[in-house]
């Protein structure tokens, strides 16, 4: 889920609220990955915003927690990742130069 204050201690705004979206979830769940989790983000050497994470691939429930990464893209502000679920398909790696 997404919210962004002026201030570390809040007021906070979801972002359901500042988009009137229908929730502020910005990972979900799909067909390939359950429970994406416990992200962090970081930062590529020419500034791009990725997300890594973990989720359970159903298939193989018993594999453990599978480590992911996906793009950050912003919108007025506020983060998305893709079509709101992780990548199913491989992609270029974060850039190192």
């Known amino acids: 889920m997404a919210a962004?204050?002026?201030s570390?201690?809040?007021?906070?705004v979801s972002?359901?609220?500042?988009?009137?979206?229908?929730h502020a979830v910005i990972l979900e769940k799909?067909?390939?990955?359950i429970a994406p989790g416990h992200n962090s983000v970081v930062l590529d050497a020419v500034g791009q915003d990725w997300m890594v994470y973990h989720?359970?691939?159903?298939?193989?429930r018993n594999g453990g927690r599978?480590?992911?990464?996906?793009?950050?893209?912003?919108q007025d502000?506020?983060?998305s990742?893709?079509?709101?679920?992780?990548?199913?398909?491989?992609?270029?790696?974060?850039?190192?130069?």
């Open 4 to 6: 962004r204050s002026k």
């Open 8 to 12: 570390a201690t809040g007021p906070f």
């Open 15 to 22: 972002k359901m609220e500042g988009t009137s979206g229908k």
């Open 30 to 33: 799909n067909t390939k990955w």
């Open 55 to 60: 989720a359970i691939d159903p298939a193989n």
């Open 66 to 74: 599978v480590m992911l990464i996906d793009k950050i893209i912003y």
């Open 77 to 79: 502000g506020w983060p």
């Open 81 to 97: 990742i893709g079509n709101g679920t992780p990548s199913v398909d491989s992609m270029q790696a974060p850039d190192k130069r």
